[in-house]
């Protein structure tokens, strides 16, 4: 179901003691706003995550994990199952970020595979996308993005692909402080609706939001979530700072 959602993926951040304290100065503020519109997603490291599930209802916010395997279960050295993940209450879960793209060699079939078993386990899936600049500057960027939806989520049914969150992070505006422009953020994400209404319906495509993610900050983000096709962000470094996240929060 479309709504506006604001995510903080904390990537590998934080000791423990750090984590509890920034955990608490953006749980008690966000307790007293009011989210009648908006939600707020929590995407810490995962070996903090009962920290965070203990006190996310009462809080007004859900918990996200920032990645699963896309194996099941049994022999995998230091992975983590969708299954697992689910057995600690955790709602949502980060697929295809750049970074493991980039560093861990994810390719399109496990990240299908890992949408799968996410969705086989009641988790939502937030599919995150985007182009490479190389591939923006030889107007590329369409194509990739499309072909990265297409493989990852594509396979899903109209039933299923109403728990999938996409978010749209151009790879060349990640933590360098370069935002695409509003009119590249509402041309991409109007974009990728397009493809959902022409794969399954025009309902389906007004039922997804899409996040907008890449050097969104507490400046810019009312700008962009401003934009027709933009649901909301997906903040890394910002989500890091608790008045900077809370501020993002507050931009609707
Ligand atoms: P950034 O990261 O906000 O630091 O650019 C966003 C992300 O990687 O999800």
Redesign the pocket.
């Known amino acids: 179901m479309r709504r506006n959602i604001v995510a903080g993926?904390w990537k590998m951040n934080k000791t423990f003691e750090e984590a509890d304290d920034l955990l608490f100065s953006i749980a008690e503020p966000l307790q007293k706003l009011d989210l009648d519109t908006s939600q707020v997603i929590l995407c810490p490291p995962v070996l903090y995550a009962e920290m965070f599930t203990d006190i996310a209802l009462e809080n007004n916010f859900s918990v996200g994990a920032q990645n699963c395997s896309n194996k099941e279960s049994g022999a995998y050295t230091g992975e983590i199952s969708a299954a697992m993940l689910k057995s600690m209450d955790i709602e949502y879960c980060l697929v295809g970020?750049s970074?493991r793209r980039k560093y861990f060699g994810e390719d399109s079939k496990m990240l299908a595979e890992k949408v799968d078993l996410l969705l086989d386990n009641e988790i939502n899936p937030i599919f995150c996308c985007g182009e490479v600049l190389e591939d923006r500057e030889a107007n590329n960027h369409f194509d990739v993005v499309g072909k990265q939806i297409f493989e990852g989520i594509f396979h899903l049914n109209a039933e299923e692909l109403d728990n999938v969150i996409i978010a749209y992070?151009p790879v060349w505006?990640?933590?360098?402080g370069k935002t695409a422009s509003p009119a590249q953020a509402q041309e991409m994400h109007a974009f990728i609706r397009n493809l959902i209404a022409k794969k399954y319906n025009q309902e389906v495509a007004d039922n997804m939001s899409i996040l907008y993610?890449?050097?969104?900050n507490a400046k810019n983000a009312k700008e962009l979530f401003a934009l027709k096709d933009v649901d909301g962000g997906?903040?890394?470094?910002?989500s890091l700072k608790a008045e900077d996240f809370l501020a993002i929060i507050q931009s609707f």
């Open positions: 993926n970020h970074e992070e505006a990640i933590g360098t993610g890449g050097s969104c997906l903040i890394g470094g910002a």
